[in-house]
């Protein structure tokens, strides 16, 4: 059976200063259909290039990567974003939202380049995704009307704008206070929950907690691959021990 | 994502840096009015003095004898070589398929007098054919008759100048006797006034008489020369052709031999107005390069605009990237950016080109000439220095990589 994703002995290797770094030095790694997976690990660990490279924003240097049964490490820049455009969705750390830009028109943006929706459709949908992740009533409001959890719902409602298969969140919580961090994970839960596969870099144990399978990296490798047993949550604790397990 | 759409995003990026997008466009403002003002005052300058050529007479050949002076002798004199009133009613009698009219024109100064005042000026013997040839109209009177010319009948008709000068304005001047040189002259009419000629001569500052009247009574000299013959053509499609048969008549007339030369010249307004078009026409293009500079300078400072534009929304450019953004999009929306920048500038520019061509016209009393092809040339040029200086910095954020656009700082 073919994975969701896929991806074989990969590297992906900077010149810095003439001496090579290996930012990831042949990583292979499966995710299948409604996973919610967590990669973890210190800054400088890789991760975030990773998840880079897993969203189709960057192009490894060696090494396959299959999305959805096709191969995309060596596709055209046009051609990725049109599979960023219509088989992921993304969520960042700084929410990334067009400033003064309302919340409807962020959310609409996807679909404007997949151009699938006419105008109303799009509206409407935009609309329900809003209303989804709990911003009812503030469709009009621009990103400096709203606060940071607010902000980072809205940017969860654009990664679904074009209902893609997977969505990637690069520390989706790193800009927000522990309240809002809740209530976002809260959110992932259940769209993970409703199948959404979700591949989420975090370096916090209690945020990586709400994944059910466990990546942790260091110095490009995977040292730790592991998946909760059954429909039980690890709890914080068990998600630190496994990470200080991995890297001791 | 589809032409209307992008346009939203360009305009809409335009009005959020209003200051930005205002200073940006008046590099093309200033390019585009320059230009339209110059060309609209050249072109208004030309037409000005193609109208005035073409007052000295209709569809005009002047044919002036030979001026060549050889060594000390003055070539011509005694050989039959100098024009006569024979030759200007010959080309009449011969080309009359190709000519409308023609006159001699024998000039001479003369003291004129009139009771107790005088004044010098010039007699221009000629025919009737003056009035159609020159684009004579009587004001008072009449012109002299063909059965006058033909007798040498002593009558002239004055112009304004000189009725002014003679007469006063008070008096009319028509059946008066009036004294040129030793003769006596009847006035029977009054020149309508031309005013002064593209060389500032003024041209009512004559008496006219027949010809064949001057020549008797006014010119002292044994060979019945004429100064030159008017001519004018029935259309000046025949120029080329009425100008060969012409010198062909004389130079039978004149008994010429193949080895000799023209012993006359033979001008008309279409040269002149080449000349004058050439200068005027120079002119034109060196002040239109000068307002090219300008646009050049405005496209210039478009792209430079539009660079900073694309370095501050570097991370905007990232974001739209990694939801779908192809490159051909990016480019789409920062080129468009640009060419709505500079049609706006364009619009504008047209309307200040225009408003101040009319304006400097009203104010120096110079005639413009605004045209509607170039003006809408200026316009579409506009747009044209947006693609053109907008294509770079588009490019360079198209081919930006998402990652790189996402992480900048």
């Not at chain 2, 506009?382 to 790189?404: H, Q, T, W």
Request: aromatic share 6%; net charge neutral.
């Amino acid at each position: 059976m073919s994975h969701l994703i896929e991806i074989s002995d990969m590297y992906k290797i900077y010149a810095i200063g003439g001496e090579p770094v290996h930012a990831l030095d042949g990583v292979s790694l499966a995710v299948d259909e409604g996973e919610f997976v967590a990669i973890m690990g210190a800054s400088g660990s890789g991760k975030s290039t990773m998840l880079n490279i897993l969203g189709c924003l960057d192009v490894p240097t060696k090494g396959s990567y299959r999305l959805d049964g096709t191969e995309v490490a060596a596709r055209s820049a046009a051609e990725l974003a049109k599979i960023r455009n219509r088989k992921l969705g993304f969520v960042f750390q700084s929410f990334n939202l067009l400033a003064r830009t309302s919340a409807i028109e962020n959310v609409e943006l996807p679909d404007l380049y997949m151009g699938r929706l006419r105008a109303k459709e799009r509206r409407v949908r935009a609309m329900e995704l809003l209303g989804r992740v709990g911003l009812k009533g503030r469709e009009s409001h621009t990103p400096a009307q709203l606060s940071g959890g607010q902000q980072q719902r809205v940017a969860i409602a654009r990664a679904l704008m074009n209902n893609p298969p997977v969505l990637f969140a690069d520390e989706p919580t790193g800009n927000l206070d522990t309240k809002s961090s809740v209530e976002i994970m809260e959110l992932f839960s259940e769209l993970s929950s409703e199948g959404i596969t979700i591949v989420m870099v975090t370096h916090e144990d209690d945020i990586a907690a709400y994944a059910k399978r466990h990546v942790v990296m260091r110095d490009g490798r995977i040292m730790r691959d592991d998946a909760s047993c059954g429909s039980a949550r690890k709890t914080v604790g068990e998600v630190a021990r496994l990470v200080r397990e991995a890297l001791a | 994502m589809n032409f209307a759409m992008i346009f939203r995003v360009a305009a809409r990026a335009i009005a959020r840096n209003k200051t930005r997008s205002i200073l940006t466009c008046i590099g093309i403002i200033v390019g585009i009015a320059a230009v339209i003002a110059v060309m609209a005052i050249g072109q208004g300058a030309q037409t000005m003095m193609v109208r005035e050529i073409s007052s000295m007479g209709n569809n005009l050949v002047m044919v002036f004898p030979e001026r060549r002076v050889q060594g000390p002798v003055s070539g011509g004199m005694g050989q039959g070589q100098t024009m006569t009133a024979g030759d200007a009613e010959a080309v009449k009698r011969e080309l009359g398929h190709l000519v409308q009219g023609v006159s001699p024109s024998v000039r001479a100064t003369v003291q004129m007098m009139y009771a107790s005042k005088n004044w010098s000026g010039n007699v221009q013997g000629v025919s009737t054919d003056i009035l159609q040839i020159g684009n004579w109209a009587v004001a008072e009177g009449r012109f002299f008759t063909e059965d006058e010319q033909s007798r040498c009948a002593r009558v002239c008709v004055v112009g304004a100048t000189v009725r002014a000068n003679l007469f006063g304005e008070d008096e009319n001047p028509v059946g008066r006797t009036i004294r040129l040189k030793n003769m006596t002259f009847k006035v029977v009419g009054l020149l309508a006034p031309k005013g002064a000629n593209n060389w500032g001569q003024d041209q009512d500052d004559v008496v006219m008489a027949p010809y064949t009247s001057v020549e008797r009574y006014l010119q002292r000299s044994k060979f019945r020369n004429i100064n030159m013959m008017n001519v004018s053509l029935v259309s000046m499609d025949d120029l080329e052709i009425a100008k060969r048969e012409i010198a062909a008549l004389l130079r039978q007339r004149h008994h010429l031999a193949d080895y000799q030369d023209d012993d006359f010249e033979t001008r008309d307004t279409t040269e002149i107005m080449n000349t004058i078009g050439s200068v005027t026409g120079l002119m034109t293009v060196l002040l239109t390069a000068v307002a090219a500079i300008s646009l050049l300078v405005g496209g210039i400072g478009i792209m430079n605009i539009m660079l900073v534009s694309v370095t501050e929304r570097i991370r905007e450019i990232g974001l739209r990237m990694a939801i779908g953004a192809s490159p051909g999009n990016i480019l789409a929306q920062f080129l468009l950016e640009a060419v709505v920048l500079s049609t706006i500038g364009g619009a504008f520019g047209v309307a200040l080109g225009i408003g101040g061509a009319e304006f400097i016209g009203w104010w120096k009393g110079w005639p413009i000439l605004i045209q509607i092809p170039s003006t809408v040339g200026a316009f579409f040029f506009s747009s044209f220095v947006g693609m053109f200086f907008g294509f770079y910095p588009a490019y360079r954020a198209s081919r930006l990589n998402p990652i790189d656009c996402l992480r900048y700082e």
